[in-house]
């Protein structure tokens, strides 16, 4: 089976910086994406690893660490806007993806 | 910029009646899913289907569930026989490849039984 634990909320401030972790286990593992979900919206992708490393994409960037099974997400220069969930998901070797719970971010003026 | 559509945004239902919801992929992907989200939780995945058949499943498809692609263009998850527990908002996706991290949802269809 798959299991993917996320922390349920983080808080933070406009203009700071936060790291969202993702730790998996699942089998086939091809890749780990990001996902922003703001309230009654639809998922939006961010990111995607399918290597080890550092995926950067303007204020966010993604890593991630196959012999861990860990992943982050990093956010910068955080805006009011930012304040949405994050999902990380990973995806197996049957292009199935399979969503984390869902870390929910507060920004704070 | 091409987009999924999902009919209809909200449907209210009686528990034991059949709903159809509707999805148009983005037309040049090859690849389809519909995932439910139950309020305030994770996104769950249910189905994927590829080359005009189920590809996986999970635990939750069970016999209540079917997908369809009716033509070339729609891809219809029906639920027979409702239960209060299918309250959920349902999401259709779609991907160009097999290769791809990302997932291409649409809005949503949120369904409600009472």
């Known amino acids: 089976g798959q299991s993917l634990e996320q922390p349920s909320e983080v808080t933070a401030v406009e203009g700071a910086i936060v790291q969202i972790n993702c730790t998996y286990q699942?089998?086939?593992?091809?890749?780990l994406s990001w996902y922003q979900q703001h309230d009654g919206g639809a998922p939006t992708f961010l990111s995607y690893?399918?290597?080890?490393g550092l995926e950067e994409t303007g204020r966010f960037s993604s890593f991630l660490s196959r012999s861990d099974s860990y992943g982050y997400l990093l956010l910068q220069e955080l805006q009011m806007k930012d304040s949405a969930s994050y999902f990380c998901?990973?995806?197996?070797?049957?292009?199935?993806?399979?969503f984390g719970s869902g870390t929910k971010l507060n920004v704070k003026p | 910029e091409p987009e999924v559509t999902q009919t209809p945004s909200h449907q209210v239902t009686q528990m034991g009646q059949e709903v159809i919801l509707r999805c148009v992929p983005i037309?040049?992907?090859?690849?389809f899913y519909w995932y439910r989200q139950i309020l305030g939780q994770k996104v769950e995945f249910l189905v994927s289907?590829?080359?005009?058949?189920?590809?996986?499943k999970s635990e939750i498809f069970d016999d209540q569930f079917s997908v369809e692609r009716p033509d070339g263009s729609n891809f219809t998850l029906k639920i027979r026989s409702t239960k209060l527990e299918d309250s959920a908002m349902y999401f259709c996706?779609?991907?160009?490849?097999?290769?791809?991290?990302?997932?291409?949802f649409g809005e949503g269809s949120r369904l409600t039984v009472l």
């Open positions: 289907f590829y080359n005009n058949e189920i590809s996986e």
């Open positions: 699942t089998s086939g593992f091809y890749g």
């Open positions: 037309s040049n992907h090859l690849y």
């Open positions: 996706a779609s991907s160009p490849t097999g290769s791809t991290g990302e997932l291409f």
């Open positions: 998901a990973v995806r197996n070797n049957f292009n199935k993806f399979y």
């Open positions: 690893n399918a290597l080890d």
